[in-house]
């Protein structure tokens, strides 16, 4: 043989050696070796609000004379550091946030949702840029964040007796 067949004849056999090479690592079976490579673990965390609950916003018997002021709580459980707004509407009976009306059977009696003690800071959607909406930061998924809502009854002493009711919509955004 010459050094040309010699070579010629390692050749193929090379090829084969290389194909071998690229085929995926296999464990073996033996126990005498190992394999090892990396696997990528990853997530991602999302904003997520698991439930929210809402208080009713309850006056009592009222002296249309005199007004009244009552609160309720909103609590929401969201992500840890997930930023929260919570908007209330107009309610089913108001034109908008700044004339919020309870009715019954004998007319409407106004009433007013606020954001502050004071009562001096109106709750609302934002909508048309009436009322302020309310912020919060998510605690984790076990902590409740309440944020209370402060409600008043003006003096309206032309309101006749009976029993008045409204409904709000309270969104929470996240």
């Excluded at 002021?69 to 707004?85: G, K, W």
Aim: proline content about 3%.
């Amino acid at each position: 043989m010459t050094n040309y067949s010699v070579r010629a004849a390692l050749l193929p056999s090379m090829s084969a050696l290389l194909a071998l090479a690229a085929l995926p690592a296999q464990a073996t079976t033996s126990g005498t070796g190992s394999v090892q490579t990396q696997m990528q673990v990853s997530a991602t965390a999302v904003h997520f609000c698991k439930s929210a609950s809402v208080g009713s916003m309850l006056f009592g018997d009222l002296q249309p004379d005199l007004g009244k002021d009552a609160s309720a709580d909103i609590s929401v459980r969201c992500t840890r550091t997930s930023p929260v707004e919570i908007l209330l509407s107009k309610g089913v009976n108001g034109t908008a946030v700044t004339a919020r009306k309870m009715s019954s059977n004998a007319g409407t009696l106004d009433y007013a949702l606020y954001s502050n003690s004071a009562r001096t800071s109106l709750w609302g959607d934002a909508v048309g840029g009436t009322g302020n909406t309310v912020t919060a930061v998510g605690a984790g998924l076990a902590t409740d964040v309440v944020r209370t809502v402060y409600g008043r009854v003006p003096v309206q002493r032309s309101a006749a007796p009976g029993a008045y009711s409204d409904t709000v919509l309270v969104t929470i955004k996240y």
